[in-house]
């Protein structure tokens, strides 16, 4: 309707009335569509592209009034101009307008008068329904807003935002942007309701000034999907800093009308949506990287012992936190350390890694378990007060399977074998509380057994005691699978909540 002439629908049981109201409105540039009775009318509202009902109040068939209630009830914005040369009194108006006509003519009726009036309804009616417009695309808006800072990831960003365009100007959408890692792609959404898809794109961004900018785009440049035919469309792009290349959202022409602030609108917050998301991998990739600097990078080969390791952080934000383990050849030992520092967050993962390099270091001089243990203690509490921290120390002989262990609050580990499980409890204080340790305690690993280590994540529950936690873990890793990993695997499957809220390290060592 908007940008093209309105086309009114005449609804007039006479001929020759019918005749002058159809020629007048037809002289005025208006369409015009004709119906002889309230039923023909009816049909036609709602099917054909009807902008004015001008209604006679006396029909064959049924009373105009009602018509106009029964068009009313249906298309609100439809509007309605009685005209009628019998019901002219005051009463006749009065219910005319009452029951929903937007104005009321009695004949004998001029040209000019009745061009006037459909203007003036018109006029009306267009203002109503682009607030309308704009309030549901507003509205839209708000939702794509909140889709797309809700979206966990760069793809499904840009498919939330192409899914939220096509919804706003409800018509086929593109929105392609480029991500952290250099690749350019485009979500393409067909239309409103439609999951939109990606693929991989190319667009000259060299000449994009910071800022917002719209322009007319060809179908020739832009062959995501099959547009409108005969249509061009608009293309916005959004840039916010100089070194990052712009986001680009394209809508057909013929579904934009008065509609250009909300769709750069839409581009500005998607073009922060996804200078957040860029920030954010770059971010991630940089937590990822300490976090592989701070463990272990590799897992020694040792002579007749299989070992295998599983780390889960619990925020996948960071993918750091507060648990660590220690796997290295010493001088002929095998040093294995497990430990847990209050807390899972970039705080918690600068102690561990405080800690982690104490003990090597202790280590390194030569020092027993429970030696380590007392160094390492001594040094939390005077550089790190305040913190708290469980840790298991163990030095393993390979060639005998003799190990020296020392603990400091951390849960017991585990000795599997023959289907049977085993845990070696050794009750001492925590890191960070001064108090007497006990001597360490010394085992022989048999052939053929498995030890596990672990950290407070893999048991501990809510809703249930830790004991509970520990007899699941007994009865869980009862039976090795052949593959270590596969077993490591298998425990976390099992034993993990769905939602980790606390890191979970795991360690598991088997004497062949």
Known sequence: MEGGPATVLVVDDSPTKRYLLVNWLTRAGFGVLEAETGGDALARVGVDPIDLVVLDVRLPDLDGFEVCERIKAEHPAMPVIHVSAHAVDVRDRAQGLTRGADAYLA???????LVATAQAVLRYYRARQRAELLAERLAGLADTTLAINSAPDFNRLLTAAAAGAAKIFQGPAVVAAESFDGDCLAAVATGPGADAWLQPWSVDDR???IGS??????????????????????????????????????????QLLSGAPVLVQLAQAVAAAVEAQRSFDEEHRIAVTLQRSLLPRKIPDVAGYDLAVRYEPASAQTEVGGDFYELVMLDGHLL???????????????????????VRAYAVEGHQPGAVLDRVDELMRTLLPGELATICVMLLHPPTGRIRMASAGHLPPLVVRDGGAEFLHHRAPLLGVRAVRPADREFVLPRGATLVLYTDGLIERRDADIDAGLAALAACAAEVDRDLDRFCERLLVKLAPPQIHDDIAVVALRRN
């Open 107 to 113: 004949e004998p009726i001029e040209p000019e008068e």
């Open 213 to 254: 900018t719209l322009h007319i785009g060809s179908p020739e440049d832009w062959p995501a999907l099959e547009w409108p035919a005969g249509q061009q469309f608009t293309v916005v792009a959004a840039r916010l800093r100089a070194d990052r290349a712009p986001l680009y959202i394209a809508v057909p022409n013929g």
């Open 336 to 358: 294995v350390a497990i430990g847990d520092v209050a807390g899972h967050s970039l705080h918690a993962a600068t102690v561990m890694a405080e800690l982690r390099h104490a």
């Open 207 to 209: 000449d994009v000034p």
